[in-house]
């Protein structure tokens, strides 16, 4: 795997788990990688699911 890959999966980590700090079903967080704002959604009361995106353009986004 390429060094920016592992970056890019480490910052979607580190905002999965501020995600889920918030114990709420969506949000928003400030981006780990940017600094802007991250959208998120959770499935807290089915699987803990993380569906991420920020409103960055080509910055983070994912589906868990």
Do not use: F, R
Not at 12 to 26: F, P, R, V
Request: hydrophobic fraction near 25%.
């Amino acid at each position: 795997m390429s060094e920016d890959k592992e970056k890019e999966i480490d910052y979607i980590i580190k905002a999965i788990s501020e995600c889920k700090k918030e114990e709420k079903a969506q949000g928003q967080i400030k981006c780990p990688k940017c600094g802007g704002i991250l959208n998120y959604t959770c499935a807290i009361d089915y699987n803990g699911h993380v569906h991420g995106k920020c409103e960055t353009e080509n910055c983070l986004q994912w589906m868990q």
